[in-house]
């Protein structure tokens, strides 16, 4: 890139300069009215979520690029909307930026945007932007789905498995590695790059969602309760079981973990990092104990069974070798904005 407009600054062009240079990544047949129209199929629900990342908070040039903050902020909303069964249709951007802010950089964190959700036939719809003292990015992404498909935290009932799509602590490991290169010493390469991986270019589960459907057939004959575990595996499945009024027992060792952990982290350091570091993004079911075990064969990268859903509202980690006293899970011991 031209060194001159690599240092051109956000003030320099204007926000319908920076307009005219963001539309590129948008379909020309749908942005340029004061909204965007976006058709979906009959018998289907329009699922809506918002997410809203600041510098400094959820991202930092010190651990991601643009293109990986752009990647981190598409998948964190296409996560949301496999957490409700949902295909994607599109997402709008709003952006809120300091004048001195590089063009170039914005580009680039549209670009890592247009990548990941390039990978599920989504498009950038539409947006704003603002000046602000702070870079602050809020996304909306709108997906269907049919009323039957409806993934709730509130249906889990007593008896249900817990399924996990996949390894957890993969993300919060990339993060540690990034903020302190002096860690993992024992790591080799292709472990260390694995884990950075996880947390730059994290991938929302949305191939599960066509594997659940066809092993319950349409319309689905039951109500399913899930989430994703954006904010840890722990939160997940506690938020599950507030939403359901229930409670659950989980196996700690049947837990997924990166298989670099095993000689880099102590037993419950890497228990921590799966249970409270978060950013994983895979997804959190409760289903039948049949359908469950049916749907962990058909998945990869660490789908587990990892216990079961419970009368009661006590969320309790176990050990059935007892070689760990039970544990209560609580919220408390995960990240929470505007925690004391």
């Given amino acids: 890139m031209n060194s001159e407009l690599s240092a051109l600054q956000v003030k320099d062009i204007g926000e319908q300069g920076l307009l005219e240079r963001l539309q590129r990544f948008c379909p020309p047949e749908i942005i340029g009215d004061d909204a965007a129209v976006l058709e979906t199929a009959p018998e289907l629900s329009l699922v809506v979520t918002t997410d809203v990342l600041v510098d400094g908070v959820h991202f930092s040039n010190v651990t991601t690029s643009p293109e990986d903050a752009g990647w981190r902020a598409a998948a964190a909303n296409l996560s949301d909307l496999a957490a409700m069964g949902a295909s994607p249709l599109g997402i709008t951007v709003g952006l809120g930026l300091p004048g001195e802010v590089r063009v170039s950089w914005v580009e680039r964190l549209y670009q890592g945007m247009t990548e990941c959700l390039q990978k599920y036939n989504t498009s950038i719809v539409g947006g704003d932007i603002v000046r602000s003292p702070v870079t602050t990015l809020a996304i909306t992404a709108f997906g269907q789905v049919h009323p039957t498909q409806i993934i709730r935290r509130s249906a889990a009932v007593v008896g249900d498995a817990i399924v996990v799509t996949g390894v957890h602590g993969a993300s919060h490991a990339g993060l540690e590695l990034l903020l302190h ?3 993992g010493q024992n790591l080799n390469d292709a472990e260390r790059t694995a884990l ?14 066509p594997i659940l459907w066809k092993i319950l057939a349409s319309p689905c004959p039951m109500p399913i309760s899930g989430m994703d575990s954006s904010d840890g595996l722990a939160d997940a499945i506690i938020q599950i ?21 095993d000689h880099w982290l102590t037993q419950e350091q890497a228990l921590e990092y799966a249970l409270y570091g978060g950013e994983d993004f895979e997804l959190v ?45 609580s919220l408390r011991q995960g990240f929470q904005h505007f925690g004391q």
Avoid: M, N
């Fill in 285 to 329: 079911l409760c289903l039948p104990q049949e359908i469950a075990s049916a749907l962990v064969q058909h998945l990869d990268r660490g789908a587990a069974i990892v216990g079961r859903i419970t009368p009661g509202s006590t969320i309790l980690l176990h050990d059935e070798q007892k070689k760990f006293p039970d544990q209560v899970l």
């Fill in 241 to 261: 079981c507030c939403a359901s009024g229930v409670g659950a027992v989980i196996e700690r060792r049947q837990i997924s973990l990166p298989a670099a952990f």
């Fill in 181 to 183: 290169p002096e860690l």
């Fill in 196 to 209: 950075i991986r996880a947390h730059q270019r994290p991938q929302p589960r949305l191939d599960v969602l």
